[in-house]
Every structure is written in C-alpha cells, then in structure tokens.
C-alpha cells in the first residue's frame, strides 16, 4: 500500500509558468516532507522541506505547500526554467520515529519552450 | 566529501547467478538506505541500516534478497540467484537528519 502517492506521472508546462507538483500521503503519523529532483542516469537530490509544524517553505523559486488536515503537499516552481525538466519526488518521514524516507512513484516535469 | 559511492554503475548478469551491488555512505552519517527505483513501483524502499543495525528490512521483496553493513562505511546488497523480475535502478542513500544523500545508482540487468 503506497503511503506516499504523487498521481500525475507527468506534467508539461510552459517556460516561464508555475509548475505544481501533488503528493497526498496517508499516514498521519508523517511530521517530515521532502522533495528531491532526479535527472536521467543520476541519483535524486534534495531539493526542499517542510516540518509538520508550518505550512509552508520557500526557497527561491521552490515553494513547498503543506495541508496537514486533507494530507496534501504540493511543490511550486515558479518561473519554470527549461533546467526543471526531471523527475520529482515526493518523500515523507517521522522524524520523531522510525526515521524511514518514504518516496511516492514521482511526476515527470516536461518544460516546454 | 564524494558523496554516497555505488559500485558498479552498471551490471548485466544472468539469470541465476549471484549480484552483489555495493555502497559507501557519506562519512559520518548514521543512516544507510537502500532503495528500488521501477516504472511501477517508483523509488521503493528495501532496508534501512541505523548504526550498521537493519532497522526495517520489509521492503526486500524475497529472501532472495540479503543486505549487509559490515561497518560505518560499506554496505552490500545481495541477490542470489537473479531473475529477470529483479532488473531495475538501485540506489543507495545515506542520511545524518532525515536528509537522505543518493548515490548514482546501480543499474541490473538481468538476461
């Protein structure tokens, strides 16, 4: 049973657009979430986080966006930049736990010129 | 440091004969993951080390599967015998604070 699902397996936008990525959990339990970018023929790479305890994380042009009550986060890239193109991946922890790195299927980012 | 280093990158291997896919973690970090990436399944966990102990190994998908950690900075994962079901990205991660760092990856073939 997948505890992590990103639904979309792919997303095509246009460069310079916001881009939004969806994850929906269901463990409650989660307090930790993580989003790793992963280019062909490489490892992921982290990306962004979000503790359980905000609701919202920016870095630069990264924005993570959590709803703990519907167990939903989403990631939003803005402007999109043809670099975005990849694999991302959702992820989700407890840190106050057994520390496991939970990683949902991914979205594959199609920037379009 | 060099980052989390998996050997081989690539490995193409008979159905039936053993594989041993290696790791060292980033030098340091007190967890070690190793994870399954397929079209269906996505980046599926399979064992997780803390301190060199197995903490959760339900993720190996049969006993055909058998992961070591000898020591703070080696790690092996083991399929004995191969099939060609097995074929797929490996990945290899270590953590300090929930922030898993990836290796390259082992890409198995199995013929």
């Known amino acids: 049973d997948q505890q992590v699902k990103q639904n979309s397996p792919s997303l095509s936008v246009q460069e310079g657009r916001i881009s939004i990525l969806n994850c929906d959990y269901t463990?409650?339990?989660?307090?930790?979430f993580l989003w790793y970018k992963k280019y062909p023929a490489e490892g992921p790479t982290f990306l962004i986080s979000?503790?359980?305890?905000?609701d919202k994380n920016e870095d630069g042009r990264f924005t993570v966006f959590l709803n703990k009550s519907a167990k939903h986060l989403s990631l939003h890239i803005v402007p999109s930049q043809p670099g975005d193109s990849a694999v991302y991946f959702c992820?989700?922890?407890?840190?106050?736990?057994?520390?496991?790195?939970?990683f949902g299927k991914g979205t594959r980012l199609h920037i379009l010129p | 440091d060099a980052g989390v280093i998996q050997s081989p990158r690539h490995e193409v291997t008979e159905m039936g004969q053993e594989v041993t896919l290696r790791c060292k973690p980033i030098?340091?970090?007190?967890?070690l993951f190793w994870y399954r990436q397929t079209m269906m399944r996505g980046l599926e966990l399979l064992i997780y080390?803390?301190?060199?102990?197995?903490?959760?190994d339900s993720g190996m998908p049969e006993d055909r599967f058998s992961a070591k950690m000898p020591n703070a900075s080696f790690s092996t994962l083991k399929i004995q015998p191969s099939e060609p079901r097995d074929s797929a990205v490996y990945f290899c991660?270590?953590?300090?604070?929930?922030?898993?760092?990836f290796g390259q990856g082992t890409r198995l073939t199995v013929v």
């Open positions: 991660a270590s953590s300090l604070r929930q922030r898993a760092f």
């Open positions: 463990n409650s339990m989660f307090d930790y």
């Open positions: 979000i503790s359980s305890i905000k």
């Open positions: 992820a989700a922890s407890r840190r106050h736990g057994d520390d496991k790195i939970i």
């Open positions: 030098s340091g970090h007190d967890y």
């Open positions: 080390f803390n301190n060199n102990v197995p903490i959760d």
